[in-house]
């Protein structure tokens, strides 16, 4: 089990990826434009111009995405902001632990409640056409 007050990293799939619209948001709390990694689960197109995802160590299916760390001194500040964003309080997301691709524990947003959700057969937002 994960100690979730050590995860020192967040995954991210969509908006908040560098390049797009969303970037802003999650760019002063990082360092650098992450690495590329994965995690095991389905995407999902909402409809409304940003993906969602859920995730499952079972899933053989993969979700595009980078991976960030969240420097210590900005993590709490970075996780009100995001949890704000991804809208967790109407449950429209919940914050969860994933293990990615390439074995890092990280925060990611998970698809909640109140979606009409079209799953994304490549698993990768940006090229999801």
């Known amino acids: 089990m994960t100690d979730e007050g050590n995860v020192a990293h967040l995954f991210v799939y969509g908006t908040l990826l560098p390049d797009a619209e969303s970037w802003p948001v999650l760019q002063p709390y990082v360092v650098g434009d992450g690495r590329p990694d994965w995690a095991l689960g389905t995407l999902f197109d909402t409809g409304l111009g940003y993906p969602a995802a859920t995730f499952a160590a079972t899933a053989t ?16 500040d970075a996780l009100v902001v995001l949890d704000d964003f991804e809208d967790i309080g109407s449950g429209l997301y919940r914050r969860v632990v994933v293990t990615t691709g390439c074995g890092v524990v990280a925060w990611a947003y998970e698809a909640g409640t109140g979606f009409d959700l079209s799953p994304i057969e490549s698993g990768d937002w940006l090229n999801r056409n």
């Open 61 to 76: 299916a993969r979700i595009a995405g980078r991976v960030f760390e969240l420097p210590v001194e900005r993590r709490a």
